[in-house]
């Protein structure tokens, strides 16, 4: 056992359990003191867990996070990116609540939120700390529109962590496009769980811009139940962080429901992000689509994971799994790993991937009618990610993502 | 305008242009016509400047300046057009953003004000209504899904919309029917006059009966072997190229 991985991971596990030892008004919890000792006993991930075999959290181990303090700073520039999203708004600095900055929903409250026993790391250190956090909530029946979540992270010299804990439940027939964004500035580390319900015939669109900063961690979970007929339509574009994992685990548990885990990672540098879903079929004739693209220059890592579960009882199963990656430079790289784990008979599940750079004879085809090349290879990458991006309905969050996406790729293409 | 000297170039390692002199004057059409394989995609290809050819030998000026020293798209900014034998699908890029983006890129290099949306727009219907084309080719992404006929009407609606210099036409005829001939014959002949030239490859005489050329040029095995006046295709369509090939031998 001569590796050093697990002492490192030691070290940061330590140092948020003394985080959490400090806070009395967290230990009063009962329950996240269990998800304290639980992951005192588990320890954070290291990539000796299959689970996390592609992705290190060793960049966090050396960082002193604290937890974050009230500030002043109401991250006008930050939301000035996501000005073109009208509608009302739910503004968090640093995980905490701004009722300055936010125009608050209707069907919406905010503060310390329930909640439930969680099992894995990522989420247990959410529950120790999450003291605050969006509560939506359509009645049945109700288009609950559009509501914009806007998570702002804002670090000056020392390093904080947050860990907001937002619920999401969408009553019989609702209808709600949850519009979710995360946009800082400094290092921290954004720790968000999503709970989210999908109640019979109710459709939920998640649309999520995590153009977290540059230095940022961004490690989230989504943990979703849909109903049957429901809908949880989701499309999650990843620009920022330094590192990144998006966790989403869909149970499909009523008949004819549907999940759509749709994202792209657009990274360079050094960046790695990281998309893992986990969808339960858990209920007949239900379906999930997944569709991922990456687009990595630099030396930055993108990996896919997706495992899609199919229970006994779920004959009539259609899952759907791509993951397409565009490398733009030789030293990027795309990891892989679709898991399929079938009980039942009468299903039918599909994965691929896709590997490749842009193709030579498009790109002399658009410069031999005049467009220089950098423009050329930017209309090439928009084109292949077209297919993520033009069936988002919502056309202000639309035009916010492909606006982020202009401003990416000029930040790699000086 | 066009001045191709002892022009020697391959492909990995592989020599298929063999010295090819070529004069193309301002203001003319010629034709070159050749047996499958004489190399006449090479030139075109070695003309607009695509990746992967090894020049060897010989020169080619443009207007005097040094073609094979610029990048493909300043070739187009200068007004060179190729009309791809076989033209390049770009699923997920639409064909009017394609259009504009083109234009508008060859319109800054010239230093000549962009064109809106709207003018734009306007200019491209009217293109469009010309050559006979379905209304919808704007909407749909570059060359996806299109017949063989559309994605060569689809070359020649870029050629019209891009105004060039010189035009490359490399067998835009190849599986057109006699209707959707002569449309793409009367949308290079719209832009026939002293600012334009053009380089017509083409297997067949037939399309030459619409766009009369000035001169008739024979790439034989990386050479031109014959130059003549329009006759010239009339000889090759009544004796084939075997004819003609056997005689400079
Ligand atoms: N990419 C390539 N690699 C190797 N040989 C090639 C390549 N492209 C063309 N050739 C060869 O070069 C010769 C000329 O081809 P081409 O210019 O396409 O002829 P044409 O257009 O007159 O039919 C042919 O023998 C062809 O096989
Ligand atoms: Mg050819």
């Known amino acids: ?414 | 305008m066009l001045e191709i000297t002892n022009l020697r170039a391959g492909i990995e390692g592989k020599e298929i242009l063999k010295g090819v002199d070529l004069v193309v004057p301002q203001g003319e059409v010629h034709a070159i016509m050749g047996p499958n394989g004489s190399g006449k995609s090479t030139l075109s290809y070695v003309l607009s400047g695509r990746e992967g050819y090894e020049v060897t030998d010989g020169s080619v000026t443009f207007d005097g300046h040094d073609l094979l020293d610029m990048e493909p798209e300043q070739r187009a900014a200068a007004g060179l057009f190729l009309a791809f034998q076989y033209p390049v699908e770009l699923p997920g890029v639409g064909n009017a953003n394609f259009l504009r983006t083109a234009l508008n890129s060859i319109r800054r290099a010239r230093g000549e004000a962009e064109l809106d949306a709207v003018a734009f727009l306007k200019m491209a219907r009217t293109e469009i209504k010309r050559l006979a084309m379905a209304d919808d080719m704007l909407k749909r992404n570059v060359n996806v899904g299109f017949s063989g006929g559309e994605k060569k009407r689809n070359e020649v609606l870029q050629m019209a919309i891009l105004r060039p210099r010189l035009a490359i036409l490399d067998e835009t005829d190849s599986g057109l029917d006699i209707d959707a001939l002569k449309i793409v014959a009367d949308g290079v002949n719209a832009l026939r006059g002293p600012e334009f030239s053009a380089l017509i490859i083409t297997h067949y005489q037939r399309l030459l009966d619409h766009i009369v050329p000035d001169r008739v040029h024979v790439l034989s095995a990386g050479r031109i072997i014959r130059s003549g006046g329009p006759e010239l295709a009339h000889e090759l369509e009544a004796h084939g190229y075997a004819g003609v090939v056997n005689e400079a031998a």
């Open chain 1, 1 to 414: 056992m001569s590796a050093s991985p697990p002492n490192a991971m030691q070290l940061a596990t330590t140092g948020f359990l003394a985080r959490f030892e400090g806070n009395s008004g967290l230990r009063a919890n009962p329950v996240r003191r269990r998800a304290a000792e639980t992951l005192r006993h588990v320890g954070l991930p290291t990539q000796r867990e299959e689970a996390w075999h592609f992705t290190s959290l060793r960049p966090l181990a050396g960082i002193a996070f604290q937890g974050a303090h009230a500030v002043h700073d109401h991250g006008h520039d930050l939301l000035a990116r996501v000005a073109g999203i009208g509608g009302p708004r739910i503004v968090f600095v640093n995980g905490r609540h701004d009722t300055a900055a936010s125009e608050m929903p209707d069907f919406t409250t905010v503060g310390e939120p329930a909640l439930d026993e969680t099992e894995d790391a990522v989420s247990l250190l959410n529950t120790m700390f999450a003291d605050d956090g969006a509560h939506i909530e359509i009645p049945p029946g109700v288009d609950g529109e559009t509501i914009l979540l806007a998570s702002l992270g804002v670090a000056g010299a020392e390093p904080v962590a947050f860990h907001p804990r937002h619920r999401v439940r969408l009553h019989p027939g609702a209808r709600l496009t949850l519009i979710d964004v995360s946009l800082g500035r400094g290092t921290y580390l954004n720790n968000p769980v999503f709970d989210i319900e999908v109640a019979e015939g109710a459709m939920l669109t998640h649309l999520r811009l995590q153009d977290d900063a540059t230095d940022a961690f961004h490690l989230s979970s989504v943990r979703a139940t849909i109903a049957s007929r429901g809908t949880y339509d989701s499309f999650a574009l990843t620009l920022g962080a330094r590192l990144a994992r998006m966790e989403v685990h869909a149970r499909l548990a009523g008949v004819h429901g549907a999940a759509h885990l749709n994202a792209a990672q657009l990274l360079g540098g050094i960046q790695h992000a990281d998309f893992t879903t986990v969808v339960a079929h858990d209920a007949p004739s239900c379906a999930s689509r997944q569709t991922v693209k990456n687009v990595l220059t630099g030396k930055s890592r993108g990996v896919f994971q997706g495992r899609i579960e199919v229970a006994r009882a779920a004959q009539k199963t259609d899952g759907y799994q791509m993951n397409q990656a565009l490398l733009l430079s030789p030293d990027a790289e795309i990891d892989s790993k679709p898991q399929l784990q079938i009980y039942a008979d009468d299903v039918k599940c599909s994965h691929g991937a896709t590997v490749g750079e842009l193709d030579a004879d498009q790109l002399f085809y658009l410069r031999s009618r005049g467009i220089a090349e950098p423009a050329a290879r930017a209309i090439l990458v928009r084109a292949f990610l077209a297919e993520a991006l033009d069936p988002i309905a919502h056309e202000d969050t639309r035009a916010v993502m492909e606006h982020a996406i202009d401003a990416w790729w000029k930040g790699h293409n000086p």
